[in-house]
């Protein structure tokens, strides 16, 4: 079983920065390879943000365009995608993900809103 947790949601006005992160329950519980989705309201799922893994580069989705960046923290055992230059259409709740034996897990996700 794996249990993912997203932190650092919020309300941001357009132009600024959030810093999201994923991590397993319990502080000594590694994730595995994790990518990040996000869902608007009416709107389907949309793959935001994946990690390098062996000698595959870390892939954003097509809309991020050099705007996030995802990094892992291997001390803290803790994901972190950075979002700059945050619009309205980003507006959405963001959630991790991983794959375990064929099985997704998902976190219960972390709502960012982009409004003046």
């Known amino acids: 079983q794996v249990t993912l947790i997203e932190t650092g949601g919020g309300l941001v006005q357009p132009g600024g920065s959030l810093i999201l992160s994923c991590a397993a329950s319990?502080?000594?519980?590694?994730?595995?390879?994790i990518e990040w989705y996000r869902q608007a309201p009416g709107k389907q799922r949309e793959f935001v943000a994946g990690?390098?893994?062996?000698?595959?580069?870390?892939r954003y989705g097509d809309f991020v365009k050099g705007r996030f960046v995802i990094a892992r923290n291997h001390a803290e055992n803790r994901i972190y995608l950075r979002m700059n230059s945050l619009a309205p259409e980003d507006t959405a709740i963001y959630y991790c993900?991983?794959?375990?034996?064929?099985?997704?897990?998902w976190g219960l996700g972390t709502q960012v809103t982009v409004s003046s």
């Open positions: 993900a991983t794959r375990r034996n064929g099985v997704t897990y």
């Open positions: 990690e390098a893994r062996d000698s595959v580069f870390a």
């Open positions: 319990g502080t000594t519980a590694s994730p595995g390879h």
